[in-house]
């Protein structure tokens, strides 16, 4: 009775070695991202390429899967290759502890590389990521705005040129439509209205320095939004759903 044997009873034996062969990229290792990379890692993928450039914060424990009082102050790359290996010693782990831009995209979507879940949501360097991805011929699933939504039974999964409501993605399509991308790319995203004002009243009681860290030294300076575990870990989830669905049924 090996590890993933009901992984196996249900999809069979052979799309769980698809799943054992493959590749797969999560960046950013967040309220999402963290939550992707465990659906990966449960579902037997073989290779799991892990990016983030922070370390867990104390603020990130209301909703970031990596985020405990043992782990406060390491790397997220770190505690997710550990995490991993204690799911599927057998899994190899290739963690990148690089901010996404021009000088680095290209290490982060280098083959080998069957899908890249993008969990950032910096709109520069996520427009970046995508059109980088796309270009290099990797299937991509975007995740978009998860902050300040509170019913997880909005979220939706579908091309990016079908996204509506969510401000993240609209800013996203615009730009990729500007680089010649108009569909193509599985986007994740909410069509509940994202709630601002109690955010507005509460940021100035977040210290965004700490918080965030470098993403507010090296990107445009934001105001800190409030989220919640069981709205962000269903965008990772369904994210890391999607990606089993294209490498199984492939």
């Given at each position: 009775?090996?590890?993933?044997?009901?992984?196996?009873?249900?999809?069979?034996?052979?799309?769980?070695?698809?799943?054992?062969?493959?590749?797969?990229?999560?960046?950013?290792?967040?309220?999402?991202?963290?939550?992707?990379?465990?659906?990966?890692?449960?579902?037997?993928?073989?290779?799991?390429?892990?990016?983030?450039?922070?370390?867990?914060?104390?603020?990130?424990?209301?909703?970031?899967?990596?985020?405990?009082?043992?782990?406060?102050?390491?790397?997220?790359?770190?505690?997710?290759?550990?995490?991993?290996?204690?799911?599927?010693?057998e899994c190899r782990v290739e963690p990148l502890r690089v901010f996404v831009d021009r000088?680095?995209?290209?290490?982060?979507?280098?083959?080998?590389?069957?899908?890249?879940?993008?969990?950032?949501?910096?709109?520069?360097?996520?427009?970046?990521?995508?059109?980088?991805a796309v270009a290099a011929g990797v299937r991509v699933v975007a995740c978009m705005g998860?902050?300040?939504?509170?019913?997880?039974?909005?979220?939706?999964?579908?091309?990016?040129?079908?996204?509506?409501?969510?401000?993240?993605?609209?800013?996203?399509?615009?730009?990729?439509?500007?680089?010649?991308?108009?569909?193509?790319?599985?986007?994740?995203?909410?069509?509940?209205?994202?709630?601002?004002?109690?955010?507005?009243?509460?940021?100035?009681?977040?210290?965004?320095?700490?918080?965030?860290?470098?993403?507010?030294?090296?990107?445009?300076?934001?105001?800190?939004?409030?989220?919640?575990?069981?709205?962000?870990?269903?965008?990772?989830?369904?994210?890391?759903?999607?990606?089993?669905?294209?490498?199984?049924?492939?």
């Amino acid at each position: 009775m090996h590890r993933f044997i009901r992984t196996e009873m249900l999809l069979g034996r052979e799309r769980l070695e698809r799943l054992a062969s493959a590749s797969v990229a999560v960046v950013g290792l967040g309220a999402v991202g963290s939550y992707a990379v465990e659906g990966l890692a449960r579902a037997g993928v073989g290779y799991l390429r892990v990016v983030d450039f922070d370390i867990v914060r104390q603020s990130n424990i209301n909703r970031q899967l990596y985020a405990l009082n043992s782990t406060i102050g390491e790397a997220k790359v770190a505690v997710a290759h550990r995490r991993i290996l204690d799911i599927n010693p057998e899994c190899r782990v290739e963690p990148l502890r690089v901010f996404v831009d021009r000088d680095t995209v290209g290490q982060v979507v280098r083959p080998p590389l069957d899908v890249l879940i993008d969990a950032i949501d910096s709109v520069g360097p996520k427009v970046r990521l995508i059109a980088s991805a796309v270009a290099a011929g990797v299937r991509v699933v975007a995740c978009m705005g998860a902050a300040t939504r509170l019913d997880p039974r909005c979220v939706r999964v579908g091309d990016i040129a079908e996204t509506e409501v969510c401000p993240l993605a609209r800013q996203v399509r615009k730009r990729l439509n500007r680089l010649g991308i108009r569909e193509g790319v599985i986007s994740v995203y909410s069509v509940e209205p994202p709630r601002l004002e109690p955010n507005r009243a509460l940021a100035g009681h977040v210290d965004e320095a700490s918080e965030e860290g470098e993403e507010f030294r090296r990107g445009r300076p934001r105001t800190p939004l409030g989220s919640l575990s069981c709205v962000t870990g269903m965008f990772g989830l369904l994210a890391a759903h999607q990606a089993v669905k294209m490498i199984a049924d492939s």
